[in-house]
């Protein structure tokens, strides 16, 4: 498989990619890799690329009172940015960590909105494809409104369970919004 066969496979599950989207695309793509540990973006920055992760673990978070608080998790087969800072150009709170050796595809924002611009296609796609990603958030905020430390767990095994081998457990705690003494029962009792 060609480093990003599996890009345009992804794009591909959602619209027809003609052969002039095809070439602009790889045009444009960069490959990047990260070592785990690395910042993909850093909060202080202005975020003016989006990662599509061929190969590895990523995360956002935000600092609270100097403690690292997970929001999100993205692996293989997803795309991972700094969503506000990217569309305002604007700098917010979130910092991206690789938490394994990472291999990305990278699409500056200014390609971005070339492609947006020129294929209309496109446009569909990251319409079709980010309504995957809210359908899962709001999964997410209901989770963590609504329901009980066991039960967000429960959800979190149900919807991550193809990395939550790969996920340190202060990370999937702090994700859950509940203390690692707390994970740790819960998982005790299973």
């Known amino acids: ?18 052969e002039p989207l095809r070439a602009a695309l790889l045009e444009r793509v960069q490959a990047a890799s990260y070592h785990k540990g690395e910042l993909l973006h850093d909060a202080r920055h ?5 990662d599509f992760i061929q190969q590895g673990l990523v995360r956002l978070y935000y600092l609270l009172d100097g ?14 940015n700094s969503p506000s800072s990217l569309v305002k150009q604007t700098p917010d709170i979130y910092y991206l960590e690789a938490l394994e050796p990472t291999q990305t595809l990278s699409l500056q924002a200014q390609d971005l909105g070339y492609l947006f611009d020129i294929f209309p296609e496109m446009e569909r796609y990251a319409r079709l494809s980010m309504g995957s990603v809210f359908g899962h958030l709001m999964d997410r905020v209901t989770s963590l409104r609504f ?3 066991r039960e967000k767990y429960a959800h979190f095994c149900r919807t991550h369970h193809d990395i939550l081998h790969r996920l340190p457990l202060g990370m999937v705690a702090s994700y859950l919004g509940i203390t ?3 994970l740790s029962r819960i998982r005790a009792e299973r």
Do not use: N
């Open 147 to 149: 329901t009980s430390a």
């Open 46 to 50: 202005v975020c003016t690329r989006s």
């Open 180 to 182: 690692q003494e707390t």
């Open 1 to 18: 498989m060609l480093p990003a066969d599996a890009l345009l496979l992804h794009i591909g599950h959602y619209i027809r990619i003609s």
């Open 67 to 80: 403690e690292k608080i997970t929001e999100y998790f993205s692996a293989e087969g997803e795309w991972v």
